[in-house]
């Protein structure tokens, strides 16, 4: 019988208290009982409208059936039909808005918690079959694959799962791209993202890192070394500042490098040499995950004070509700309908405050968000040590600049044919947001696998 209950399985937290103070996972997963109850919630719906809202198709009512009847690994072999990446999908893809938004159960209640499933399922799986995955049979075709981030790592996977022989390169070290350097340890363990690698690594994925492509290597020189088509999925890594004064001073910085210190380089521990700064009184200028993403990271590396500084009303922000809610809990201050002017700094160069000015929303502007207008007079100065800018990525522009014959658009996204995601230049895709600019992890995924689905189609017809 299923479970007709109106609300979701609670998921297990660390208090707010506690987890604002380590790096440790906020959620703690669903064990087998709460996992079965919560899928008991499905209806199985003839039309699957959860289906139609998953950038990458997962059947998920099959899925979900399996967990119900306790075949936990028939539940992943479903899901990996459609994904390489599940156990990191099951933590950062926004199925609020997406496939739990199509779930019939949300129209009189919550919706069955996809997302939290997917997250048990993958889990259950790492860690209960040690057994390496099945490499394919190799069809004697090479693929290179630029970026290891989301996009890039399922198209590899998709191909490798064909039989091609893939390569990946990677700009930095460590594999994984926004997954590793972006997401906080605490919303997406890095022991997870390398797992799933490991996973594609036992398919016959070769991942090579410290390969800035452009640099190293080109375009036109992986054809000249023998692949046949080439993705790629370098992300949108290159940081948007407002150009305010004082954007130079010392203690300002992007969340990407904020970020990117915390997680890839490890700057929260202490056996780690990072250079940071540990400020105490800290704003955050932004409304989007990534806004969120750090300030929880700066509440947790000590500071006292967090403010989120967003030019517009909680309505408005980007951000999931569920991080909104999260960083609420933790103890983040949210200014909203403030926006920054200046950054003060003192005679050494050092941040010493933050100078903003109170707003009002008017008209709806292109992106049909009311647009915010200052309010004339109202300038106040927040006493912060450091500033953290969130207001976005761009692509960076190595790969097209060194690539005669592969266009660009006004923001500097790579323009591709939307249905086989083929750029100008012929047997190179692309996808992600290097294609789009700064997106989600599963519409990155979304892409990576409909791209690998037309090269596995341009090589065959070749």
């Not at 208090?15 to 959620?27: G, L, M, S, W």
């Not at 087998?32 to 003839?46: I, S």
């Not at 933590?91 to 919550?110: A, D, F, L, Y």
């Not at 980007?318 to 909104?324: G, K, S």
């Amino acid at each position: 019988m299923p479970n007709m209950c109106q609300t979701k399985t609670p998921i297990p937290e660390q208090d707010p208290n506690v987890r604002n103070k380590n790096f440790d996972e906020v959620a703690q997963g669903y064990t087998v009982e709460m996992a079965q109850n919560e899928a008991a919630r499905c209806l199985n719906c003839k039309n699957h409208p959860c289906v139609t809202g998953c950038p990458v198709n997962i059947q998920i009512p099959d899925f979900i059936a399996q967990i119900v009847k306790g075949d936990f690994e028939e539940a992943y072999r479903i899901i990996t039909k459609s994904s390489s990446l599940p156990a990191v999908c099951g933590r950062v893809c926004p199925q609020e808005s997406q496939c739990e938004s199509k779930c019939v159960r949300g129209i009189k209640g919550e919706s069955v918690g996809i997302g939290r499933l997917e997250r048990f399922v993958a889990d259950y799986h790492m860690n209960n079959n040690t057994a390496p995955a099945e490499k394919p049979e190799s069809n004697g075709h090479r693929v290179a694959v630029i970026g290891s981030g989301p996009s890039g790592l399922t198209c590899a996977g998709t191909l490798a799962k064909k039989g091609y022989e893939v390569t990946v390169f990677e700009a930095f070290h460590t594999a994984g791209g926004v997954l590793m350097y972006g997401i906080p340890e605490f919303r997406l363990p890095k022991s997870i993202v390398q797992k799933e690698i490991a996973g594609l690594k036992e398919l016959g994925v070769d991942i090579r890192t410290n390969m800035v492509m452009g640099k190293v290597m080109s375009i036109d020189e992986l054809f000249e070394d023998g692949y046949e088509a080439v993705f790629i999925g370098t992300g949108a890594g290159l940081p948007n500042f407002m150009g305010m004064e004082g954007e130079g001073l010392l203690g300002v910085y992007s969340a990407n490098e904020f970020l990117t210190r915390i997680n890839l380089m490890k700057a929260y521990k202490d056996e780690y040499d990072t250079p940071i700064i540990r400020p105490k009184n800290v704003a955050v200028v932004g409304g989007g995950n990534v806004a969120m993403d750090a300030a929880r990271s700066a509440l947790r590396l000590g500071a006292e004070h967090v403010y989120i500084v967003y030019r517009r009303s909680e309505e408005e922000m980007p951000a999931r509700n569920e991080e909104i809610h999260h960083a609420k809990e933790e103890g983040v201050d949210f200014r909203l309908l403030r926006n920054p002017v200046k950054v003060l700094g003192d005679e050494n160069g050092r941040v010493v405050g933050l100078e903003c000015v109170e707003m009002e929303l008017g008209e709806p502007d292109a992106s049909g968000r009311r647009r915010p207008v200052a309010k004339e007079g109202s300038n106040f100065v927040l006493d912060v040590d450091a500033v953290i800018i969130a207001i976005g990525n761009a692509p960076n522009p190595l790969i097209r600049s060194t690539t005669p014959g592969l266009e660009a658009n006004k923001k500097g996204c790579i323009v591709v044919n939307e249905e086989t995601m083929q750029t100008t230049k012929e047997a190179v895709y692309a996808g992600g947001d290097a294609v789009t600019g700064a997106a989600t992890v599963i519409k990155a995924m979304g892409a990576g696998r409909q791209a690998a689905e037309s090269i596995d189609e341009y090589l065959k017809n070749k």
